[in-house]
């Protein structure tokens, strides 16, 4: 693949079996992506480099990752103007709702897209769409994804008319 166009950073090791829907995604889309571990709270001189540095090395957005506080996506927004797309993690004694809220609630003028608890996959799918904006071949690759995953209703649905539902 080429240069990365996509950073994939999440605030501990653990939130990977969330994140790594994102890079699925982005790799079934063909864009490059490269994918780190800093720590708004553990790492804030590394992550404050990382994002402060984003753009010069090339990446067009980042996606974000973190539980409970969840402070990374912020950190993020603060250190660079790229957009930064905010996947809260489930998990600890909020079940994710606190990650959400701070992930969600930015400032004025440092806004943060955010998409839903574990929700990486639409992560992926987001930054696509935003190259997207710039790069037609990727456009394509969006809508044909999409189209994908409408046949695949259709598949379902067609099937039901048939046979009806198919328990879970």
């Keep these: 693949m080429s240069n990365p166009l996509v950073g994939i950073v999440m605030g501990s090791d653990s939130d990977y079996s969330v994140l790594k829907a ?13 994918i780190t571990v800093c720590s708004a709270h553990r790492t804030p001189a590394r992550a404050a480099e990382y994002f402060g540095t984003a753009e010069a090395r090339g990446l067009k957005t980042v996606i974000c990752a973190a539980g409970m506080a969840a402070h990374l996506a912020g950190a993020a927004a603060a250190n660079t103007a790229l957009p930064v797309i905010g996947v809260p993690v489930g998990g600890g004694p909020l079940n994710g709702q ?6 969600v609630m930015m400032p004025p003028g440092l806004p943060v897209a ?5 929700g990486a996959r639409n992560a992926g799918i987001l930054a696509a769409q935003i190259i997207a904006v710039g ?9 044909a994804l999409r189209k994908k995953g409408e046949e695949k209703v ?6 039901w008319a048939k046979n009806g539902p198919k328990a879970p």
Excluded: C, H, M, R
Excluded at 135 to 143: E, L, N, R, T
Excluded at 154 to 159: E, L, Q, R, S, V
């Design 22 to 34: 994102a890079g699925d995604v982005l790799s079934e889309l063909g864009i490059a992506f490269e």
């Design 154 to 159: 259709n598949a379902i649905a067609a099937d």
């Design 98 to 103: 606190d990650a959400l809220l701070s992930t």
């Design 114 to 118: 955010t998409v839903a608890i574990n």
């Design 135 to 143: 790069d037609p071949a990727v456009g394509a690759k969006v809508k």
